[in-house]
């Protein structure tokens, strides 16, 4: 095959998808820090993340050992509705970067979701289906993982309560009717309906929410009503577990062809969509079969891994949940109000943080002006118009692109396009009309936050 033209679009068939999840875990010797109880300081047990999390869930949460996890039947029929998604080699791109290097990008935005969200939402649903429960809650910022919840709720018939960062309910409409469409209920975060939201309300009475805010209280609506739990749409390695399916269908549609990326690249919020596009290649990197670079792209104006600290934190302002040792800005950390590219989480996955820590992973950071040029530039070309968040990692794949064209390299770029842009238009409005402008924090202003952290070292 591998004297054959590369096709635009590598579409593996229904059944060349993969059956089982990999867990990247299983292949790190030194293992991600346990998730602590916030009261005890002592690592959290089964049967405390059970109270809040589905049982079979928390088992994957607390699986280090198997490297493989069979997907559902279930699971994997859904799935076949929009996957396997297609492998996309940018031709166009390259062209008018008049770059040497190939670049390809896994696209996960063909879901009526428009994004990758809904690989782990699918699943959440399911185990919450089969442990008989009668709902989930979740909290949702941009409205990605609210939107791919309702849609995996209404296929198992549960019912999903949406807390949504009041900030994006009024500014995203559509993205809400969206939801309610699916059948969920969005409530506007913070608001009267928790203790936790009661009180934030009462000491910020005109607060747009955050997401911090938003998972307390649906934390809160999950423990306090019989047959519920809270399920995330990021962070937890259960989550990276399911989207591994990203990456290893990358993996088939590029060894058919013989195609060995050098350059592994994606945008990173809580560290997710780069988790499971990475984890098949990044097993090989820690089983020392074969070596990749791999980028972590986040926003210059929420820098968790260029610019925080490494260290045990809280994953939410209400401090209910459970506390991880990550990178951080310190969970009080909120975006400049002029932040419109998504990716706003104050964290990233324990996972993908140990693996920077240990130094098999890189992160840059960028300016969201320049990751909207980028993803102006690769819409007029490839067509698709991408996500913000997606767009982080297109600016940084066109820049190890731009770099080849000057040492004249013919590297092999793999990145990520997440989703797509429609509800983000008030975002690109901004960039079309000059109105946009960056904002990187001082050293003074993370600090305070970051002094916020607890002791738990
Ligand atoms: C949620 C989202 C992200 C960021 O989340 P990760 O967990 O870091 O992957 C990126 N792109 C899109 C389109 C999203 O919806």
């Given at each position: 095959?591998?004297?054959?033209?590369i096709?635009?679009?590598?579409?593996?068939k229904?059944?060349?998808?993969?059956k089982?999840?990999y867990?990247?875990?299983?292949?790190?010797?030194?293992?991600?820090?346990?998730?602590?109880?916030?009261?005890t300081g002592?690592?959290?047990?089964?049967?405390?993340?059970?109270?809040?999390?589905?049982?079979?869930?928390?088992?994957?949460?607390?699986?280090?050992?198997?490297?493989?996890?069979?997907?559902?039947?279930?699971?994997?029929?859904?799935?076949?509705?929009?996957?396997?998604?297609?492998l996309?080699?940018?031709?166009f791109?390259?062209?008018?970067?008049g770059?040497?290097?190939?670049i390809?990008?896994k696209?996960?935005g063909?879901?009526?979701?428009?994004?990758?969200?809904l690989?782990?939402?699918?699943?959440?649903?399911?185990?919450a289906?089969?442990?008989?429960?009668?709902?989930?809650?979740?909290?949702?910022?941009?409205?990605?993982?609210?939107?791919?919840?309702?849609?995996?709720?209404?296929?198992?018939?549960?019912?999903?309560?949406?807390?949504?960062?009041?900030?994006?309910?009024?500014?995203?409409?559509?993205?809400?009717?969206?939801?309610?469409?699916?059948?969920?209920?969005?409530?506007?975060?913070p608001?009267?309906?928790t203790?936790?939201?009661?009180k934030?309300?009462?000491?910020?009475p005109?607060?747009?929410?955050?997401?911090?805010?938003?998972?307390?209280?649906?934390?809160?609506?999950?423990t306090?009503?019989?047959g519920?739990?809270y399920v995330?749409?990021?962070?937890?390695?259960?989550?990276?577990?399911?989207?591994?399916i990203?990456?290893?269908?990358?993996?088939?549609?590029?060894?058919?062809?013989?195609i060995?990326?050098?350059?592994?690249?994606?945008?990173?919020?809580g560290?997710?969509?780069?988790?499971?596009?990475?984890?098949?290649?990044?097993g090989?990197?820690?089983?020392?079969?074969?070596?990749?670079?791999?980028?972590?792209?986040?926003?210059?104006?929420?820098?968790?891994?260029?610019?925080?600290?490494?260290a045990?934190?809280?994953?939410?302002?209400?401090?209910?949940?459970?506390?991880?040792?990550?990178y951080?800005?310190?969970?009080?950390?909120i975006?400049?109000?002029?932040?419109?590219?998504?990716?706003?989480?104050?964290?990233?996955?324990?996972?993908?943080s140990?693996?920077?820590?240990?130094?098999?992973?890189?992160?840059v950071?960028?300016?969201?002006?320049?990751?909207f040029?980028a993803a102006?530039?690769?819409?007029?070309?490839?067509?698709?118009?991408?996500?913000?968040?997606?767009?982080h990692?297109?600016?940084?794949?066109?820049d190890?692109?731009?770099?080849?064209?000057?040492?004249?390299?013919?590297?092999?770029?793999?990145?990520?396009?997440t989703?797509t842009?429609?509800?983000?238009?008030?975002?690109?409005?901004?960039?079309?009309?000059g109105?946009?402008?960056?904002?990187i924090?001082?050293?003074?202003?993370?600090?305070?936050?970051?002094?916020?952290?607890p002791?738990?070292?």
């Open positions: 095959m591998s004297n054959e033209k096709p635009y679009k590598i579409y593996l229904e059944n060349e998808m993969p089982e999840w867990n990247l875990r299983a292949d790190m010797k030194k293992k991600p820090a346990p998730l602590l109880n916030p009261e002592k690592p959290m047990t089964a049967e405390e993340l059970s109270r809040v999390f589905c049982e079979e869930l928390v088992k994957q949460e607390l699986n280090e050992t198997d490297r493989f996890i069979a997907i559902p039947d279930e699971i994997h029929e859904f799935y076949k509705m929009y996957r396997p998604s297609p996309i080699r940018a031709y791109l390259e062209k008018k970067l770059t040497p290097a190939k390809y990008y696209f996960e063909n879901n009526t979701s428009g994004s990758h969200k690989n782990s939402a699918i699943a959440q649903a399911y185990y289906k089969k442990q008989g429960l009668k709902g989930v809650t979740t909290e949702t910022g941009a409205g990605q993982w609210g939107t791919a919840l309702s849609m995996s709720c209404s296929y198992f018939d549960l019912d999903c309560k949406v807390f949504m960062v009041k900030g994006s309910y009024q500014l995203k409409p559509f993205r809400r009717e969206v939801m309610r469409t699916y059948g969920a209920s969005v409530t506007p975060s608001s009267e309906t203790e936790v939201g009661r934030i309300l009462s000491e910020l005109d607060t747009t929410g955050s997401l911090g805010c938003a998972i307390s209280e649906a934390v809160e609506a999950a306090t009503q019989e519920y739990r995330l749409g990021s962070v937890l390695a259960q989550v990276l577990l399911h989207q591994s990203i990456g290893m269908e990358t993996k088939i549609a590029m060894d058919k062809y013989d060995k990326p050098d350059i592994i690249i994606g945008c990173a919020g560290g997710s969509n780069l988790g499971g596009l990475i984890s098949p290649f990044m090989e990197k820690l089983r020392g079969e074969a070596d990749y670079r791999f980028i972590a792209v986040e926003p210059a104006s929420c820098p968790s891994l260029t610019r925080g600290v490494y045990y934190d809280y994953c939410d302002t209400g401090k209910v949940c459970p506390l991880q040792k990550m951080t800005l310190g969970s009080g950390f975006p400049a109000s002029n932040h419109a590219g998504g990716l706003r989480y104050h964290g990233m996955s324990s996972v993908l140990e693996l920077y820590d240990q130094g098999y992973m890189e992160a950071s960028v300016e969201q002006t320049e990751v040029r102006v530039d690769f819409a007029r070309v490839e067509g698709i118009l991408p996500a913000p968040e997606s767009s990692a297109i600016k940084a794949a066109i190890e692109a731009l770099r080849c064209k000057e040492t004249g390299e013919e590297k092999t770029i793999l990145f990520g396009l989703g842009g429609y509800f983000d238009m008030f975002a690109y409005e901004r960039f079309n009309n109105e946009m402008s960056d904002y924090p001082t050293d003074e202003e993370l600090q305070k936050s970051i002094s916020t952290l002791k738990f070292d």
